[in-house]
């Protein structure tokens, strides 16, 4: 059976499209309002309505038309990365449409998250298993639709076994496999150029991946300029270095597209922290915690949803570059202070690198020595070594700065077993920001002892490490740069030529740094040059003149008052 004639209903596909309207779905909660627009295979017109828009899909599958409707705007949710939503509107499809199968395989989309550190557990890889064998029960009539449930079977196949990577490469091998039979069908496209991302290598930066999903995604733009999954997921593969300003005005445009969605009113800030836009980061990310406290998490809205979290740091990590401590502390005690947090590695992660950043980037070396370790006690800390590496990573650098070095020695051999633990695990791409952590305390604990050149080599060692490892999705970015903290240790030994260049390469990886732009202005200034000297303290106060820090904000200003 064709996928343009269906028995007893209206046909879809490309036929279908020219004579059915297009639907843009908005949300109030989980209230759905379906707006019926113009719409073609060039052209999606989005009208103007009360509520809040998710954007436009147009997904044909076999099912009633009031289900259609249904189906689209769980899609959307889906694209969003609004999972817990979307599975919700999917059962919803189910109850509407008992025999429609594709609600099936959106069930089971929603219970795995490619581009996030969270991994299912057994209970969500057998229920994925068990969506996909009922969407197959149903007798599937197109080769379009078997090939969608065929890509999710490939992720959910053998459901006790623990590889998420070979699930994840499965599923990609499986929707190019679709994307090939399809490769004019936008969900088709969508959904490959997700799962490319989603295999670029961990151990090298690489444009490729994103490259040629970003082909992919445009074309998918091109045609449906609303499209929540184009638009989301091209976000995504320019959040590397060297395409971070590629199609920005479509990263300006995607939080406007669902202006109350939480993923999509924090995702363009990827984009803005890439390119030291402060106010951009805050702007974005004030509005997604917002959201993200209207979407409960949880099978039973028990939780409030690890989006929050994530906003949440984005926020602290924004306001303590622009020197603005006080907002900082204050998003830190909001954090802190917000119960029934969802227990995932996105809120694991949160909870220890925003406290760990607030202290280090203060330089507060007392504060950091005292940070407690896997804490709240409520989360599995077994499950999310990194987390924990990054709160023993400042524990260590506040110790060593304090002349600690027993301490810091006792956290540096606690990242080395969570460093074998992730390997062994698996997550290479954890395990490679571990290592980083690694090194780096390492480097100050050798210089703390008198090995100067040792430290500086495994700083050095550090800071390659972490230019040839691609940025994760969860954090703005490192606990401190691996470069930026080479200029600080070459400055503790004197040698500020050296540490110009590090800090000037931590500026080009990391533009707009508090700590980057004031620590190149002094190593400028401690070899007489003070053109570049002048530069960086200008360039400093234009980020952190109105900042708490008053005192490295009073060294620029007469600095560059006595230069005029």
């Not at 069930?107 to 557990?121: E, Y």
């Not at 197109?142 to 969608?148: C, G, P, Q, V, Y």
């Not at 974005?284 to 989006?307: I, K, S």
Request: include cysteine; charged fraction near 25%; proline fraction near 6%.
């Amino acid at each position: 059976m064709t996928i343009g004639k269906l028995p007893g209903r209206k046909p879809r596909g490309s036929e279908a499209r020219a004579r059915r309207p297009g639907f843009l779905y908005l949300a109030t909660g989980l209230m759905v309002v379906s707006l019926a627009v113009c719409a073609d295979e060039t052209k999606h017109e989005v009208s103007q309505h009360a509520g809040h828009p998710l954007g436009t899909v147009d997904f044909p599958v076999t099912c009633t038309e009031q289900a259609q409707v249904e189906f689209d705007r769980a899609v959307a949710l889906l694209h969003h990365m609004t999972y817990p939503q979307a599975r919700e509107a999917f059962e919803k499809v189910t109850a509407t449409d008992p025999r429609c199968a594709m609600a099936q395989w959106g069930i089971a989309m929603t219970l795995f998250q490619p581009l996030w550190p969270t991994r299912p557990g057994v209970e969500q890889r057998q229920r994925g298993w068990e969506a996909v064998q009922k969407a197959k029960a149903l007798q599937l009539p197109t080769e379009r639709e078997r090939l969608f449930v065929a890509a999710a079977e490939a992720f959910f196949l053998e459901p006790l076994g623990s590889d998420c990577w070979l699930r994840i490469r499965r599923w990609e091998q499986a929707s190019e496999r679709l994307y090939t039979a399809f490769p004019d069908d936008p969900e088709a496209t969508a959904f490959y150029a997700l799962a490319h991302l989603a295999t670029a290598p961990s151990n090298a930066i690489s444009r490729a991946h994103s490259d040629r999903a970003a082909d992919m995604l445009l074309r998918v733009y091109r045609k449906n300029p609303e499209h929540p999954g184009a638009m989301h997921y091209l976000v995504h593969a320019n959040d590397v270095p060297g395409r971070e300003r590629e199609s920005l005005e479509i990263t300006r445009k995607y939080d406007a597209a669902a202006p109350r969605n939480p993923h999509a009113l924090h995702m363009p800030t990827h984009i803005y922290t890439r390119l030291g836009d402060w106010n951009g980061v805050i702007r974005g990310n004030l509005r997604a915690a917002e959201a993200a406290l209207e979407y409960p998490a949880g099978d039973h809205g028990e939780f409030v949803w690890d989006e929050f979290p994530h906003a949440i740091e984005y926020l602290v990590y924004a306001y303590l570059q622009k020197g603005a401590d006080d907002e900082a502390a204050a998003q830190l005690k909001r954090l802190h202070a917000t119960a029934r947090l969802e227990p995932t590695f996105k809120t694991a992660f949160h909870l220890a690198s925003t406290p760990a950043r607030y202290a280090l980037e203060r330089r507060a070396w007392s504060e950091a020595a005292l940070l407690a370790a896997r804490e709240p006690s409520t989360l599995d800390w077994d499950r999310f070594a990194w987390p924990e590496a990054i709160m023993q990573f400042a524990r260590g650098l506040g110790a060593v700065h304090l002349g600690k070095v027993n301490e810091a020695k006792a956290a540096g051999q606690r990242l080395n077993k969570l460093e074998a633990a992730t390997r062994k695990a698996g997550e290479e791409l954890f395990a490679r920001n571990i290592q980083v952590l690694r090194l780096e305390l390492n480097a100050w604990v050798a210089h703390v002892e008198g090995q100067r050149d040792s430290g500086v080599a495994l700083m050095r060692e550090a800071a390659e490490l972490e230019a040839s490892t691609p940025k994760h999705a969860v954090t703005p970015g490192p606990t401190l740069p691996a470069h930026e903290q080479l200029g600080d240790l070459l400055m503790e030994q004197n040698q500020p030529g050296q540490a110009l260049a590090a800090y000037e390469r931590s500026i080009a990886f990391y533009p707009r740094r508090f700590n980057g732009l004031l620590g190149a202005a002094r190593a400028a200034r401690a070899l007489g040059d003070d053109s570049r000297a002048r530069t960086y303290y200008q360039q400093f106060l234009e980020l952190a003149n109105d900042g708490t820090r008053r005192t490295a904000v009073q060294e620029a200003q007469a600095y560059v008052a006595d230069r005029e």
